[in-house]
């Protein structure tokens, strides 16, 4: 006879009440009203929020009623549903904030993007623990993928580029399950690849990468100083001169002989070929990178990006969000300046303030103590998630838990990063803490199916 056994983790919890409550008073204080203070009235952000937060409560604990074999039995439909939604959304959603991503219902605005990233974490879960699934299999792996991407793909036609972003950070989940290293790698060159190529000509970036490609491969054939000064030199030489000559075209002919030399007398036939046609795809993506910047991106994602990158210094016109964010965090001292006290905030100084920015407000009342608290309180969350997926029987639950451990941290690492200049301002929340009721919703549903899911890891016990 068996009998069912749960186990609530309640630590985890404890975390997100005390992270919602504190998002609560920081948009209460973000969004200050004395005319109509009460933090419960509906016709302000933080009533909003209060109904929002009301309703997610009733949602988690509908979610702990529910069996399990709901969210196991359902993943596909749930996810086949959200992708439904974001369809639906490109033909009868609003547009807010220059992407067409939302559903207006009265008060209260509703974006699928949000209820789709559980969706799509549900459905990958699904996936890669069904039995006999590998994703050293290729045509495995495509199915992954495409379980990944597809919701990416409709996202970036309602053009939300940021929340489309965030999927990125499920490739964790499959690096974990057995996804190559090569494609985190690939992915780190081409963030490298990226700003390089917005901050130097392509024929000096594809330039470096063959220098660079030279040596590793003098150090393939085993490291001797005479080897590589033989051919280090010339090619280094060759490289400034044309550069000196202001010859872009002649840097990249010469660069070109002198790889073709080096690899045929250094190389054999088939890393020539790898080698050659890695440099090609390179070449490839750098040029694609300065098209699609000139002519896909809006004007002030181009100047968001300059700003961070150092391309364009203007903190009176482009560049004055992220200034202000800076000197209103700055303006915080070790201990803040106190509740409702924040004069950059009042001020209305810093864009977005109880969304995009609301790490600002936290910053300037509650000082360096309030933000190493609240970012404590997040780093636990982000430990106690992969406790939870690493003592997990179920590989449905332990690839789920990376999923949301995954997907906050991203959240949570470009928001806060948003705001000291760190990254690009792309407009996502920062979890549980910012504005908006879809977000909370998706994010509750996020945690509270992996309370449920972890809950029954010693369901039956003989």
Not at 59 to 64: H, Y
Not at 114 to 143: R, V
């Amino acid at each position: 006879m068996s009998t069912k056994k749960t186990s609530i983790d309640w630590l985890l919890i404890i975390n997100y009440l005390l992270l919602v409550g504190i998002g609560w008073l920081a948009i209460y204080t973000a969004d200050y009203n004395p005319d109509n203070a009460s933090m419960f009235s509906i016709d302000q952000r933080y009533g909003r929020q209060f109904l929002a937060i009301a309703v997610c409560l009733v949602l988690a604990l509908i979610i702990q009623i529910l069996d399990t074999r709901f969210y196991t039995g359902f993943a596909y439909f749930i996810y086949a549903f959200s992708l439904f939604l974001l369809v639906l959304v490109l033909f009868l959603g609003s547009e807010i904030s220059g992407s067409r991503s939302w559903f207006k219902l009265g008060f209260f605005n509703f974006q699928p993007s949000e209820i789709a990233k559980f969706a799509t974490c549900l459905a990958l879960a699904k996936y890669l623990s069904t039995l006999n699934i590998s994703l050293k299999d290729t045509q495995q792996q495509i199915t992954a993928w495409a379980i990944l991407l597809a919701p990416v793909l409709l996202i970036l036609l309602q053009g939300d580029a940021g929340s489309a972003v965030v999927y990125a950070s499920l490739v964790l989940v499959m690096y974990r399950e057995g996804l190559s290293g090569g494609y985190l790698l690939l992915g780190v060159l081409a963030i490298v690849l990226f700003i390089l190529s917005l901050l130097q000509p392509f024929e000096v970036v594809v330039g470096a990468l063959s220098i660079l490609l030279f040596i590793g491969l003098v150090y393939q054939r085993g490291f001797k100083i005479s080897l590589l000064l033989r051919y280090l030199i010339p090619v280094t030489l060759l490289f400034a001169g044309a550069y000196y000559l202001e010859s872009q075209t002649m840097l990249l002919l010469l660069l070109i002989g002198v790889a073709l030399f080096i690899l045929v007398s250094l190389a054999t036939k088939r890393f020539v070929y790898i080698l050659v046609t890695f440099l090609f795809c390179c070449s490839i993506y750098v040029k694609g990178v300065d098209y699609a910047f000139n002519n896909f991106l809006k004007p002030h994602q181009q100047n968001r990006i300059g700003v961070i990158l150092g391309t364009i210094e203007d903190n009176r016109g482009v560049g004055y969000n992220l200034n202000q964010s800076k000197i209103a965090i700055g303006s915080g001292g070790l201990w803040g300046k106190g509740f409702l006290q924040g004069t950059q905030n009042k001020g209305k100084f810093v864009p977005e303030l109880s969304t995009d920015f609301i790490f600002c407000t936290i910053g300037e009342e509650f000082g360096f103590m309030g933000s190493v608290i609240l970012i404590g309180l997040f780093i636990f969350l982000l430990l106690r998630l992969i406790a939870i997926a690493e003592r997990q029987k179920s590989k449905l639950t332990r690839v789920y838990a990376y999923g949301v451990a995954s997907i906050i941290f991203f959240h949570f690492l470009v928001n806060i990063g948003m705001t000291l200049g760190l990254v690009p301002v792309i407009g996502i929340p920062l979890p549980f803490i910012s504005y908006g009721g879809s977000s909370l919703i998706g994010f509750t549903l996020l945690l509270f199916v992996l309370v449920k899911l972890d809950s029954e890891r010693l369901m039956y016990l003989r």
